[in-house]
């Protein structure tokens, strides 16, 4: 069985501050680990993924995340906050040598980005 | 707009009625999921298809939920005798194959 933990509910940071938004999972295999944001009443939108290759990954709007498979934790950063990354964050694992694609997601986490 | 797009956004049912959602993936993609998201919750998986085959199905998907995607194309999800706990954000995505997934904005029900 797969699993994600996203031990904090809300995350609170002023605007041009650093940011980690952190995540642990648990997988069988190899793991393929993934960042999704959701906007209120939107659905969620792709931020970056992890898959192999260099454990520093970036993707949009700034952010990155280190893959650290001694810690099995995925966290996700941006050097430099702004108040419209205010959002629900969720971390997803799929375990990537199993042939079913069914992504299991964290609680997230709220970001509130203050001016 | 090429993205995942589904229908109704919102849909506001009495206890007992059936209820279909529609989901239309992005058109190259060839897989296509359903999931469902709780108040405060991360969305759960309910199922996922490879073009027209409906490849595996959660323990969440009673018998009273259906889904199909008869052409390989669109999909529909058909709550039946809906119950107050089915109250939820119904949530598409596709993908090509394997890659990352990409979401729909979702069907809002709530069962009064």
């Known amino acids: 069985a797969q699993s994600v933990a996203q031990p904090e509910d809300q995350v609170n940071v002023a605007e041009g501050n650093p940011l980690t938004v952190k995540c642990t999972y648990s997988?069988?295999?190899?793991?393929?680990l993934f960042w999704y944001v959701q906007y209120p009443n939107r659905g969620l939108q792709f931020l970056l993924k992890y898959i192999t290759g260099d454990n520093l990954v970036k993707g949009s709007y700034g952010f990155e995340a280190e893959f650290n498979k001694s810690q099995t934790s995925f966290h996700l950063k941006k050097p430099s906050a702004l108040v419209s990354d205010s959002a629900l964050y969720f971390c997803a694992v799929r375990e990537g040598d199993n042939a079913g694609n069914m992504l299991t997601f964290g609680g997230g986490t709220r970001l509130m980005v203050k001016p | 707009d090429t993205g995942v797009s589904q229908d109704p956004r919102h849909k506001i049912t009495k206890r007992g009625q059936n209820v279909t959602f529609r989901c239309d993936p992005i058109?190259?993609?060839?897989?296509l999921y359903w999931y469902r998201q709780t108040l405060g919750q991360g969305p759960e998986f309910l199922t996922y298809f490879q073009n027209e085959a409906q490849l595996e199905k959660s323990r969440l998907l009673s018998d009273r939920f259906s889904a199909e995607r008869p052409k390989g194309s669109f999909s529909t999800l058909e709550i039946q005798r809906t119950e107050q706990g089915d109250s939820a954000m119904y949530l598409c995505?596709?993908?090509?194959?394997?890659?990352?997934?990409?979401f729909g904005q979702g069907t809002r029900l709530t069962v009064v």
């Open positions: 995505a596709s993908s090509f194959l394997r890659a990352e997934a990409f």
């Open positions: 997988v069988s295999g190899n793991p393929y």
């Open positions: 058109s190259e993609h060839n897989r």
